[in-house]
Nanobody
Framework: VQLQASGGGLVQPGGSLTLSCEVSGRADSRRDMAWFRQPPGMEREFVAHIKWASQNTAYADSVKGRFTISRDNAKNTMYLKMNGLKSEDTAVYYC???????????????????WGQGTLVTVSS
């Protein structure tokens, strides 16, 4: 499985941005997918998760109501639409995939075996 993240950039506070993660490889190798982020000088943290087949989703409390995770099966692409961006959303955003992640572990970095290269999102005026 290969993951290619894109869509990062500089955006003003309150603005919007949509990240994309193009996925290649066996479908049964990426039934669970997620977005994580790593703010400057901090550890990588969970942002959102999606079950590819059912499209069930989960979000970190810090982004709930502002971010939306989705996927397009025909394009083999996962998205993260980010609205109401804040300075604290500044980070390198990574997409991740795994053949299977149990529900209790979906927020854990260690649960995902495949990772994209990251895309930088900077929220600043």
């Amino acid at each position: 499985v290969q993951l290619q993240a894109s869509g990062g950039g500089l955006v003003q506070p309150g603005g919007s941005l949509t990240l994309s993660c193009e996925v290649s490889g066996r479908a049964d190798s990426r039934r669970d997918m997620a977005w994580f982020r790593q703010p400057p000088g901090m550890e990588r943290e969970f942002v959102a998760h999606i079950k590819w087949a059912s499209q069930n989703t989960a979000y970190a409390d810090s982004v709930k109501g502002r971010f939306t995770i989705s996927r397009d099966n025909a394009k083999n692409t996962m998205y993260l639409k980010m609205n109401g961006l804040k300075s604290e959303d500044t980070a390198v955003y990574y997409c991740a995939a795994d053949p299977y992640v149990i529900t209790s572990q979906r927020r854990s970095v260690q649960a995902y075996i495949y990772w994209g290269q990251g895309t930088l999102v900077t929220v600043s005026s």
